[in-house]
């Protein structure tokens, strides 16, 4: 399969006590963290290309750019999409957002941005990390 645009990804998240600012020591309030919501986009943009890429390959963060722009508390739903906007060779850009989703309401947006990764081979990789 071809590694062209668009290629989307999405998947719904709950709240849970481990991804609120105060677990994550990012905030002193009982509210979604902004590094998990940014984690649960890269997650999303690592879904969306799983099937393009080889098994020897993967994806790795190189800039992150996302917008946290409303509060979301424990137990709520979070929908998370990604969406893959280019290919500059190994370099794959994406468009990603948050939106707090409920049966009863309409649903709040609350982060957006573009997140950047690069397709690496694993080994060759892992190679250049010093682990001694």
């Known amino acids: 399969m ?22 994550l020591a990012s905030g002193d309030v009982d509210v ?7 984690a649960w ?3 999303q943009t690592m879904s969306a290309v799983a099937d393009y890429i080889s098994d020897e390959e993967t994806t790795v ?3 992150v750019r996302v917008d946290h722009v409303n509060p979301t508390g424990l137990g709520a ?7 893959l906007t280019r290919v500059d060779g190994r370099r794959l850009t994406f ?3 948050a939106f707090e989703i409920s049966e009863n309401a309409e649903p709040i947006q609350i982060a957006m941005g ?19």
Do not use: H, W
């Open 61 to 63: 963060g190189m800039r």
């Open 2 to 23: 071809a590694l062209e645009p668009p290629i989307p990804a999405a998947a719904d998240y709950t709240v849970k006590e481990d991804d609120l600012a105060t677990s």
């Open 95 to 97: 468009q990603v957002s």
């Open 32 to 38: 979604l963290a902004t590094p998990r919501v940014i």
């Open 77 to 83: 739903t979070v929908r998370v999409s990604a969406l």
């Open 41 to 43: 986009c890269e997650a």
């Open 114 to 132: 573009q997140i950047t990764r690069v397709i690496v081979f694993r080994n060759r990789f892992m190679e250049r990390v010093d682990v001694s």
